[in-house]
């Protein structure tokens, strides 16, 4: 009985996978803190402060999270550096 091939990390339905999940886990870190924001604003009767500084927050982490992941080294990269020094 044969094994199924396991797909390389560098197959471009990898590449696929982590650009599709940037995009959501962007959407989700801006929409919690608008999100946050909003009932924030609705506790402490101060409308758009809040839901303003809240969504800043939420696409500065995202922002943060997108720059870490795409320079993040690939275990391809390590292992080129390894052979070359």
């Known amino acids: 009985m044969t094994t199924p091939a396991t797909p390389k ?3 471009p339905f990898h590449q696929y996978a982590i650009y599709s999940n940037l995009a959501f886990e962007m959407g989700a ?3 919690l803190g608008v999100f946050g ?4 604003d ?3 009767n101060t409308s758009p402060l809040f839901t303003i500084v809240c969504a800043l927050a939420g696409i500065a982490l995202s922002m943060y999270l997108i720059f870490r992941t795409l320079t993040k080294p690939t275990k391809k ?5 390894k052979n070359t020094h």
């Open 9 to 11: 990390k560098s197959s």
């Open 29 to 31: 870190v801006i929409a």
């Open 37 to 40: 924001g909003i009932k924030l």
């Open 42 to 44: 609705k506790v402490l």
């Open 77 to 81: 990269s390590k292992d080129e550096q």
